[in-house]
């Protein structure tokens, strides 16, 4: 199974603020990689695709890119309904494997 | 609008079989464009995908969980169903089901369900 690792695992930023988290696969997953948001309670949302697609409806501040192993979304300018954990997903190849999570808080 | 909804006990006893459904509205789960899977995720924990179902009847297991999960389709109800075999509390999650194309990454999700293993 390819391994995805995501750092940090935890963030605290303000809103504004400029974020980025990043997603480092345990081999070349050639940019099979999406990213969803998840808020307490919910499902998560699928953000984009291709690693750098965003899904229609999803504003544009948030932004991914990345090649090979290491990718990374970035959300431009924090708005308070982006504070959420954040996971990264490669679909290269089967099983799909996820990384861990990153919760982005409030400072 | 396309909406996915799981069902099911949400107690079950160790070593018992775990059962969930996922009836879809706003969609066919017969259509060629889609699969359909579950994913489940620990309390506090990260995703895991269980496995998947496509319309012609294949299915496709995570070698992890493969030797205790079965999917099962009913297109008559437009609900596709899961089991969980000789469960631990380690099965204890929420369990979500989802759709996706050949591409195995997931647009459309249940709100989830959780289900506790438990005495």
């Known amino acids: 199974d390819i391994q995805m690792t995501q750092s940090p695992s935890s963030l605290s930023a303000s809103v504004g603020d400029r974020v980025s988290i990043t997603c480092r696969a345990s081999?070349?997953?050639?940019?099979?990689l999406v990213w969803y948001q998840q808020k307490p309670g919910k499902a998560p949302k699928f953000l984009l695709y291709?690693?750098?697609r965003l899904e229609s409806g999803v504003p544009s501040r948030f932004s991914g890119s990345g090649s090979g192993t290491d990718y990374t979304l970035t959300i431009s300018s924090l708005l308070p309904e982006d504070f959420a954990t954040y996971y990264c997903q490669q679909y290269y190849s089967t099983p799909p494997t996820f990384g861990g999570g990153t919760k982005v808080e409030i400072k | 609008q396309l909406q996915l909804q799981e069902s099911g006990p949400g107690l079950v006893k160790p070593s018992e079989t775990l059962s969930l459904t996922c009836t879809v509205s706003?969609?066919?789960?017969?259509?060629?464009?889609?699969?359909w899977g579950w994913i489940r995720q620990p309390p506090g924990k990260g995703l895991e995908w269980i496995g998947s179902?496509?319309?012609?009847?294949?299915?496709y297991y995570n070698p992890s969980l493969k030797s205790r999960v079965t999917i099962s389709v009913d297109t008559s109800k437009n609900h596709f169903s899961l089991k969980v075999s000789s469960v631990t509390a380690a099965d204890t999650s929420v369990y979500y089901c989802a759709r996706h194309t050949n591409a195995y990454y997931f647009d459309y999700w249940g709100q989830g369900t959780l289900v506790t293993v438990s005495s």
């Open positions: 081999q070349g997953i050639s940019n099979s």
């Open positions: 706003g969609g066919s789960i017969s259509s060629s464009s889609y699969y």
């Open positions: 291709g690693a750098s």
């Open positions: 179902f496509y319309y012609s009847g294949s299915t």
